[in-house]
């Protein structure tokens, strides 16, 4: 079901000679930013009620804060027990509970599908590395740029929450605790030789979070010292390390491992705040959806918290070596497979899309190294009129909705691909992929139609 203020929006941008046909975020003159970001844009906002989102964000909340107490839940606050049962291997695990149950700072962003009736989470990305802020937030500001996109945001009251100045907010602070009270320095740390790989989005975020007004450095963990008690940038002191490299990049380096070590040991001791602990890396596997879906596992759940846990996130169990899987090939049509440590679509398979040999060649593999199979989400259609011949054409959105310490929606954009095109392992920039900022609209707008 379409929302009405996307209606309208199409209804007036169906109209002949429609300003709103005029928005075109590609222009590189009138967005250079933009344009030097490595991704496609929609032609239009997204729309959403405030009231479903702010319902949905805070049951994104509630259901983080339940994601984060998984060890006690579970396994009597024993990280290595979790660990174990999520399959992370010894020395990524020792590194990742270095800090020993620290409440990791609630950050990061869930993908989501909206299916018709509500939105269902897809997975949680409750770590710092999680990507998108570059372009969510100035995408979406972008469009305000267009008097007729503006007018439309004033008649019908919509709003948008910028997700890289709410960041910006959260690290001013978490940094006051080391500060007493100044703007943090900030250094945003990649893996050694991340940038080259991982440069396309850090670099965009640096530069937002220094027009934010932070102070800002932009490296790798080899530019980071030690001296005098204070972590150093290229012997700049630093307050807050925004940490976008993972595990998998220093643990395997014994000179990023040492550094990791004493950056770890810093935050230990209050000289330095880490955004987020690597701690976090646990929280991402998506093993921890299946402690969270299958009652099977015991998690201690309240009546109340197993409602929201199954009517945000879609059945969801996972493969082990020995599972017999008949199940899952029987319901082939209806699941997708996830390696646990993926991310960005990498090692996918949608049963829907191959076939029972392909699939169960899938599932043998996925058993063996770990992965979860999950529930299809079916999205539903958001229509797009295409700006060359005017057709109303369906395209399905993913969302990816930002939450910050600060609780409740944190800014968010949405990955659009065609109907009939749609590929969920190419969600990238570099794809077909275009994205869109979104707003939000008052609930009155729907209940006047319904009067």
Known sequence: MTNRLTELYNEELLRGGSPLAEIDLHDEERFPYLASIDRRYLN???FVGEGELNRFADDTVRAVDILMTLPERLFDGDLDRL?????????????????????????????????????????????????????VGPATRAMLDYDALR?????????????????????????????????????????????AD?????????????????????????????????????????????????????????????????????????????????ETEIYRQKGCMTLLSDPRFGVRLSADERELIDRVLPWTRSLGASDPLDEYVE???????????????????????????????????????????????VPRHEPVVDPVTGRVEPWEACWGLYYTPAGGYGGGGCRFQKVGQVDIRAMGPGTKTRVAGVFTYPDAVEEAESW
Request: aromatic letters at 8%.
């Open 44 to 46: 239009r906002p997204v």
């Open 83 to 135: 660990c174990a049962a999520l399959g992370i291997e010894p020395r990524r695990a020792r590194l990742m509970r270095r800090l020993g149950g620290v409440t990791p700072y609630r950050f990061g962003r869930i993908d989501a599908y909206h299916d018709g009736e509500s939105f269902k989470i897809l997975e949680f990305n409750a770590t710092s590395e999680t990507g998108g802020l570059e372009w």
């Open 151 to 195: 007018a439309f945001a004033e008649r019908h009251r919509l709003r948008f929450t910028d997700a890289p100045q709410q960041v910006a907010e959260a690290l001013r602070q978490v940094g006051a605790t080391v500060t007493g009270g100044r703007d943090p320095v900030v250094a945003l740390i990649e893996g050694e030789g991340g940038l």
């Open 198 to 278: 991982y440069g396309v989005a850090w670099r965009p975020l640096h530069r937002l979070l220094r027009e934010f007004g932070l102070d800002c450095h932009l490296g790798e963990i080899t530019d980071l010292s030690f001296a005098n008690g204070r972590v150093l940038f290229r012997g700049t002191p630093v307050d807050v390390v925004y940490r976008v490299f993972e595990v998998d990049q220093v643990v395997d380096h014994p000179e990023s491992l040492l550094l990791t070590e004493r950056l770890l040991a810093a935050h230990e001791e209050g000289r330095v705040v880490i955004w987020t602990p690597l």
């Open 331 to 377: 319901r082939r049509e209806r699941l997708i497979l996830k390696p646990n440590d993926a991310y960005s679509g990498r090692g996918i398979t949608a049963g829907w899309e191959v076939g029972e040999r392909e699939w169960l060649r899938a599932l043998r593999e996925g058993a063996e190294r770990g992965a979860i199979v999950q529930e299809r989400v």
